[in-house]
Nanobody, 116 residues
Framework: QVQVVESGGGLVQPGGSLRLSCVAS????????MSWYRQAPGKERELVAS????????DYADSVKGRFTISRDNPKNTVYLQMNSLKPDDTAVYYC?????????WGQGTQVTVSS
């Protein structure tokens, strides 16, 4: 049974930090590229950051470059998103995605709210 479970969301003040975690099971995590997406109310889901199966080269949306860092720990079947210098515009539900060829799995999402 495939499971993709995000955690670490919450309410944070502007300028603050959060670290999201995504734990996967039921598939061979180490061969899947992993990504974080987000969706704000009334907006389309957008790609935030991605990391290939073996780690290494990462990719970020322009809006989060220099503030967010994606990383993965394959032995723990976990991918992280470190979010620093958070802004109100970062408020969204954040989703974890696993992708390999035509197969893709999604988590249920975790809410991040940036507000004073």
């Amino acid at each position: 049974q495939v499971q993709v479970v995000e955690s670490g969301g919450g309410l944070v003040q502007p300028g603050g930090s959060l670290r999201l975690s995504c734990v996967a099971s039921g598939f061979t995590f180490s061969v899947y590229a992993m990504s974080w997406y987000r969706q704000a109310p009334g907006k389309e889901r957008e790609l935030v950051a991605s990391i290939p199966s073996a780690g290494g080269s990462t990719d970020y949306a322009d809006s989060v470059k220099g503030r967010f860092t994606i990383s993965r720990d394959n032995p723990k079947n976990t991918v992280y998103l470190q979010m620093n210098s958070l802004k109100p515009d970062d408020t969204a539900v954040y989703y974890c995605n696993a992708r390999r060829l035509v197969r893709t799995y999604w988590g249920q999402g975790t809410q991040v709210t940036v507000s004073s």
